[in-house]
């Protein structure tokens, strides 16, 4: 039996049902105890979120729609850009950000096979896949211990007369050196990819100026993975300031298609019947006019939903993560002549994902056996992602081929391989979890 009078009233009665289950189910109410689990990273949420993606839910629209819009707008306007564009991980925003540089629309700066980009071999794996995939030659530069980002001193070594681009990510939220990476892309005309998937919310200042980390390059990229900065479950974003990879950015994301109008709208452009596209008969409806070879990336709308509400706490989230960066930094300065700990990049503010920790050569310690005493206590640790990504069996059948160049040597990249961790300082960490954290990881080395 009917007991609502109106689609709205329905609606707000289920969402204060959900809103009664977030409370009395999934309300984390107990206090951390020593010995409990602390992962290196967690989702943090609460009514709000399951509110909204019960709202887009209720909408049914499924695909890309109202929450998506909503979201790319304000966060557009927060990082601080005119164009900002959902896709479904942050792994896809950097397929999207390299393959809108392939495009032949870009001229004599497209990214062709053939063509280098240079990046680092000690990260995550899809800053450089989409790189090796379409037939472009990363090409492997060594980096630097504490910071854990690109060896700026070694760039113009890099550098021959097939480069296009650079493409790298800021390490765990440290910025890399964006003045002098974005200065040497801009002597010798580079593309810049800023991939900000372990970044958001880390600022970065050249003369005077402070940015967001992701802004100061041609294209930036997000990811909103449950252990990002900020959640949507899956999802990521790209976004850049100029017009025409905005365009490209779409025409990748959404098929390959010549056409911008939005899903579900038909001839905004009011041209979708008279155009001349290629060898296609004159009229052929623009929709279905390709340009690209592209690829169906778009978020969902209860995704973005759960996006909207994440972006009002972010500023919250990333003042708790330099908390707890702090917090556990100082706790360790204890044993620094066995550990090097992690320290920001000059002119940057970081908005920390984690906290590195090498162990010292010759100081009779041994990575491994630091990180299985700090799991048996019940505490995640991670790599630094890859470690020296060349070493990995995806590299086995292109190995040693011209498929790929490694510049100078590896060797801090190979350090960091074997002698490398890090454990989390995600917000939802309280301090006696940073507290404890600390104490395990003095007693493990001691």
Same mark, same amino acid.
């Given at each position: 039996?009917?007991?609502?009078?109106?689609?709205?009233?329905?609606?707000? %009665?289920? @969402?204060?049902?959900? +809103?009664?289950? *977030?409370?009395?189910?999934?309300?984390?109410?107990?206090?951390?105890?020593?010995?409990?689990?602390? +992962?290196?990273?967690?989702?943090?949420?609460?009514?709000?979120?399951?509110?909204?993606?019960?709202? $887009?839910?209720?909408?049914?629209?499924?695909?890309?729609?109202?929450?998506?819009?909503?979201?790319? @707008?304000?966060?557009?306007?927060?990082?601080?850009?005119?164009? $900002?564009?959902?896709?479904?991980?942050?792994?896809?925003?950097?397929?999207?950000?390299?393959?809108?540089?392939?495009?032949?629309?870009?001229?004599? %700066?497209?990214?062709?096979?053939?063509?280098?980009?240079?990046?680092?071999?000690?990260?995550?794996?899809?800053?450089?896949?989409?790189?090796?995939?379409?037939? $472009?030659?990363?090409?492997?530069?060594?980096?630097?211990?504490?910071? *854990?980002?690109?060896?700026?001193?070694?760039?113009?070594?890099?550098?021959?007369?097939?480069?296009?681009?650079?493409?790298?990510?800021?390490?765990?939220?440290?910025?890399?050196?964006?003045?002098?990476?974005?200065?040497?892309?801009?002597?010798?005309?580079?593309?810049?990819?800023?991939?900000?998937? &372990?970044?958001?919310?880390?600022?970065?200042?050249?003369? /005077?100026?402070?940015?967001?980390?992701?802004?100061?390059? &041609?294209? /930036?990229?997000?990811?909103?993975?449950?252990?990002?900065?900020?959640?949507?479950?899956?999802?990521?974003?790209?976004?850049?300031?100029?017009?025409?990879?905005?365009?490209?950015?779409?025409?990748? %994301?959404?098929?390959?298609?010549?056409?911008?109008?939005?899903?579900?709208?038909?001839?905004?452009?009011?041209?979708?019947?008279?155009?001349?596209?290629?060898?296609?008969?004159?009229?052929? &409806?623009?929709?279905?006019?390709? +340009?690209?070879?592209? *690829?169906?990336?778009?978020?969902?709308?209860?995704?973005?939903?759960?996006?909207?509400?994440?972006?009002?706490?972010?500023?919250?989230?990333?003042?708790?993560? @330099?908390?707890?960066?702090?917090?556990?930094?100082?706790?360790?300065?204890?044993?620094?002549?066995?550990?090097?700990?992690?320290?920001?990049?000059?002119?940057?503010?970081?908005?920390?994902?984690?906290?590195?920790?090498?162990?010292?050569?010759?100081?009779?310690?041994?990575?491994?056996?630091?990180?299985?005493?700090?799991?048996? @206590?019940?505490?995640?640790? %991670?790599?630094?992602?890859?470690?020296?990504?060349?070493?990995?069996?995806?590299?086995?059948?292109?190995?040693?081929?011209?498929?790929?160049?490694?510049?100078? +040597?590896?060797?801090?990249?190979?350090?960091?391989?074997?002698?490398?961790?890090?454990?989390?300082?995600?917000?939802?960490?309280?301090?006696?979890?940073?507290?404890?954290? $600390?104490?395990?990881?003095?007693?493990?080395?001691?």
């Amino acid at each position: 039996m009917k007991n609502w009078n109106s689609e709205q009233e329905a609606r707000e %009665r289920i @969402k204060a049902l959900v +809103s009664e289950y *977030y409370h009395d189910f999934k309300e984390k109410k107990d206090p951390f105890k020593e010995g409990d689990r602390i +992962s290196y990273a967690s989702r943090v949420f609460d009514e709000n979120e399951m509110c909204a993606l019960t709202d $887009a839910m209720l909408d049914f629209w499924l695909t890309t729609g109202r929450f998506a819009d909503e979201f790319e @707008k304000k966060f557009a306007r927060w990082i601080g850009v005119k164009y $900002a564009h959902l896709v479904n991980s942050g792994s896809s925003a950097n397929l999207i950000a390299f393959m809108v540089l392939t495009s032949p629309e870009l001229g004599d %700066r497209q990214i062709k096979r053939g063509d280098e980009v240079i990046t680092v071999a000690c990260g995550f794996p899809t800053t450089v896949t989409p790189i090796l995939q379409y037939g $472009a030659v990363p090409v492997f530069v060594d980096v630097t211990v504490p910071q *854990y980002n690109i060896d700026t001193k070694k760039l113009e070594e890099a550098l021959s007369d097939k480069t296009k681009a650079v493409m790298i990510a800021h390490t765990l939220g440290n910025p890399f050196d964006l003045k002098c990476v974005k200065e040497f892309c801009e002597k010798h005309n580079l593309w810049l990819v800023e991939d900000n998937c &372990d970044a958001l919310g880390s600022k970065y200042t050249i003369d /005077g100026v402070t940015k967001f980390t992701g802004t100061w390059g &041609d294209i /930036g990229t997000s990811s909103f993975y449950p252990p990002h900065h900020m959640t949507m479950g899956e999802g990521g974003c790209v976004y850049t300031d100029n017009p025409l990879l905005h365009k490209l950015i779409l025409s990748f %994301r959404d098929w390959g298609r010549d056409c911008v109008c939005p899903s579900g709208m038909d001839n905004l452009c009011k041209h979708r019947f008279d155009g001349q596209h290629g060898q296609l008969p004159q009229g052929y &409806d623009h929709k279905y006019v390709y +340009s690209h070879f592209g *690829y169906n990336l778009k978020v969902t709308d209860m995704q973005a939903a759960i996006g909207c509400e994440q972006l009002k706490k972010f500023p919250s989230f990333i003042e708790r993560r @330099k908390h707890n960066w702090q917090r556990l930094r100082e706790a360790l300065l204890c044993v620094e002549d066995k550990l090097i700990l992690p320290e920001k990049c000059e002119n940057s503010d970081p908005s920390w994902f984690g906290f590195l920790i090498s162990v010292r050569e010759g100081c009779g310690l041994n990575r491994n056996d630091i990180t299985r005493y700090i799991e048996d @206590k019940n505490i995640q640790t %991670r790599l630094l992602f890859s470690g020296n990504l060349i070493k990995h069996p995806c590299f086995d059948q292109i190995r040693d081929t011209d498929a790929y160049r490694v510049s100078g +040597s590896l060797e801090v990249t190979d350090y960091i391989m074997n002698n490398t961790f890090w454990v989390g300082v995600y917000p939802g960490m309280t301090d006696e979890m940073i507290d404890y954290m $600390a104490n395990v990881i003095i007693e493990a080395v001691s």
